[in-house]
Antibody, heavy 119, light 111 residues
Framework: QLQESGPGLVKPSETLSLTCTVS??????????WGWIRQPPGKGLEWIGS???????YYNPSLKSRVTMSVDTSKNQFSLRLSSVTAADTAVFYC?????????????WGQGTLVTVSS | QSVLTQPPSASATPGQRVTISCSGS????????VCWYQQLPGTAPKLLIY???QRPSGVPDRFSGSKSGTSASLAISGLRSEDEADYYC????????????FGGGTKLTVL
């Protein structure tokens, strides 16, 4: 299971920080990557990026300059930081386990957490 | 504008068969596998199909996926009211150092 946590409200120009806690298995298991996906209200899904337990990252080219992902194996958690946020970053953020590469898919997903960017 | 193109909506009556298309390009669907997600209202997406046509444990065999060239399709047979949801296709895209791309989603209405 995966569970997102973090502030539900972030001010414009600040940095959004979220954590995903993995339970029922080790985040360090081989061949697993971990990902973040967001969904603006009433809109579709957008991949933000993915990170391996060893710290290798893949980022959405359109968000790459503002995104940082990391893994804390001691806490079985991985994290997302999105800097210089604007109202356009308001979305439900999901974390998920990612089977990467040519056979890419996400499973399972966390329940999602709504982050609103507003002053 | 999503990289993968899906019809915004689809509808059918209970018991019917419906298909949802997903169109891409040589850098995504044309060279990588496709997966499909179902998102029921107010819930997180759920993996429905992976590796073009594989169903995770627990997904009914009423759901099937296929891929040909740079397009893919999701078929739902014996449509049920609980299938009313948003459906998204996704794939890995080899361009720009590699990234995941999603379709814009198709809202399925069971009439």
């Amino acid at each position: 299971q995966l569970q997102e946590s973090g502030p539900g409200l972030v001010k414009p120009s600040e940095t959004l920080s979220l954590t995903c806690t993995v339970s029922g298995g080790s985040i360090s298991s081989s061949s697993y990557y971990w990902g973040w996906i967001r969904q603006p209200p009433g809109k579709g899904l957008e991949w933000i990026g993915s990170v391996s337990s060893g710290g290798r990252t893949y980022y959405n080219p359109s968000l790459k300059s503002r995104v940082t992902m990391s893994v804390d194996t001691s806490k079985n958690q991985f994290s997302l930081r999105l800097s210089s946020v604007t109202a356009a970053d308001t979305a439900v953020f999901y974390c998920a386990r990612w089977y990467g590469g040519t056979y890419s898919w996400f499973d399972p997903w966390g329940q999602g957490t709504l982050v609103t960017v507003s002053s | 504008q999503s990289v993968l193109t899906q019809p915004p909506s689809a509808s059918a009556t209970p018991g019917q068969r419906v298909t949802i298309s997903c169109s891409g390009s040589s850098s995504n669907i044309g060279s990588n596998s496709v997966c499909w997600y179902q998102q029921l209202p107010g819930t997180a997406p759920k993996l429905l199909i992976y590796r073009n046509n594989q169903r995770p444990s627990g997904v009914p065999d009423r759901f099937s996926g296929s891929k040909s060239g740079t397009s893919a399709s999701l078929a739902i047979s014996g449509l049920r009211s609980e299938d009313e949801a948003d459906y998204y296709c996704a794939a890995w895209d080899d361009s720009l150092s590699g990234h995941v791309v999603f379709g814009g989603g198709t809202k399925l209405t069971v009439l």
